[in-house]
């Protein structure tokens, strides 16, 4: 619970500096209206060419059940899919994360230096766009012929994949190395500071995941009233506000993560007190593990 609250402190430090930045919060926004606009017809490829797709019906005592696989030209529409949507979000967390590292470091990022920065990078983050994508592809073709157990345990190593990569885009952009250097640099970041990093992670997921409940209860009245009084009008509107909401809850939630995430990767990787955090701040929320008695390591 202490390395929880010392997390959420961390969250409002993040707030902190991004709202010195506001503007910074239209970068995942426009990432995301991108990256459908770019992927919607590659997904639409994969899924909707019935040449190209086996369905197999069963029937058991409870009902028929539908299996689809998907072909081998399927996965290729799918593969093209996911690099393209990869590499728009890396580029505009790119963005973002240069941002707010000129930010913690005594600058004046604006949204065209932050644009800018991240074209300036756009080949150095290919390659680790066609990784991400390709380990997408992969643990969704190995979730789809496995049990529930196998899903499960795909999901861990989904998870597991997410965490101990979350420095390689700070390194690979900031300090401009090869991917495979940013990976093992993220590796071994990820082991000094595991507890804050997944705890931290958590404790942006849940404040965004607070502030969408709290303002969906306060909207969903509205829908509520729209299906009792059977009004399309005022169904449609509430319906809009809720699906509004939960696009600039995200968006926010997407920002915030960014610069925690240029936050850590200043102090795990380069041991730097960022500008925005107070010392007992950046201390608190990153103590290193300490060796126990018998030389175990223990988290602070």
């Not at 019906?57 to 949507?85: C, D, E, K, R």
């Not at 303002?215 to 009084?229: A, E």
């Amino acid at each position: 619970m202490g390395t929880f609250s010392r997390s959420i402190s961390l969250v409002k430090a993040s707030w902190g500096v991004l709202r010195q930045d506001k503007e910074l919060i239209l970068l995942p926004a426009i990432s995301s209206i991108t990256s459908m606009l770019c992927v919607a017809p590659f997904f639409a490829a994969a899924f909707l060419l019935a040449a190209e797709q086996t369905v197999t019906s069963t029937t058991t005592q409870t009902g028929t059940t539908s299996n689809f696989t998907m072909s081998p030209v399927g996965y290729v529409f799918l593969f093209i899919a996911y690099l393209i949507g990869a590499y728009v979000t890396i580029f505009f967390q790119t963005a973002l994360v240069l941002a707010a590292n000129d930010r913690l470091t005594g600058g004046s990022p604006t949204l065209g230096t932050a644009l800018a920065g991240a074209w300036s990078n756009a080949g150095r983050i290919l390659p680790w766009a066609i990784i991400s994508a390709t380990v997408s592809v992969v643990l969704q073709a190995i979730q789809e012929r496995a049990g529930i157990i196998g899903r499960i345990v795909i999901g861990i190593v989904g998870l597991a994949w997410t965490l101990v990569t979350l420095l390689v885009l700070p390194i690979l952009v900031i300090e401009q190395v090869g991917v495979k250097e940013a990976f093992t640099r993220s590796a071994t970041a990820f082991k000094k500071t595991w507890g804050e990093n997944v705890v931290g992670n958590g404790g942006i997921g849940l404040v965004v995941m607070l502030i969408m409940l709290g303002g969906m209860l306060v909207l969903s009245p509205v829908l509520i009233v729209g299906i009792s009084s059977d009004s399309v009008p005022v169904i449609a509107l509430g319906a809009l506000l809720l699906v509004v909401w939960a696009i600039l809850v995200s968006v926010f939630g997407a920002a915030l993560n960014g610069v925690f995430r240029t936050a850590l990767y200043r102090y795990a990787v380069l041991g730097e007190e960022p500008a925005g955090f107070s010392h007992d701040q950046i201390a608190g929320a990153f103590k290193p593990k300490k060796k126990g008695v018998f030389g175990s390591s223990a988290a602070a």
